[in-house]
């Protein structure tokens, strides 16, 4: 079993910043195999990609030259940090493997971007 456990959202202004994490717990796990990807559902919206890093890191266009994705295979975890925040990112984010959601999601984190 792989639990999943996002943390570090929060209520933040317009233009301001966040960087979330992203822990991978498993007891036979070897997080630095897989591919991983940020994930996020807007309030009444879909869940929709935002990042991933498989080597390379890929970014949606609307998050492009704002958000970074990065990982530390040491500590099994994925971030995300986000600069230039805007309304529009307002969304509970989440963290999966990629391309493929492989694992059950876990809780997510909110972030809230409002003046």
């Known amino acids: 079993q792989v639990q999943l456990v996002e943390s570090g959202g929060g209520l933040v202004q317009p233009g301001g910043s966040l960087r979330l994490s992203c822990a991978a717990r498993g007891s036979s796990f070897v997080f630095s195999i897989y591919a991983m990807g940020w994930y996020r559902q807007g309030p009444g919206k879909q869940r929709e990609f935002v990042a991933s890093?498989?080597?390379?890191?890929a970014y949606a266009d609307s998050v492009k030259g704002r958000f970074t994705i990065s990982r530390d295979n040491t500590k099994n975890t994925l971030y995300l940090q986000m600069n230039s925040l805007k309304p529009e990112d307002t969304a509970v984010y989440y963290c999966?493997?990629?391309?493929?959601?492989?694992?059950?999601w876990g809780q997510g984190t909110q972030v809230t971007v409002s003046s």
């Open positions: 890093l498989n080597g390379v890191a």
């Open positions: 999966n493997t990629w391309p493929e959601v492989d694992f059950s």
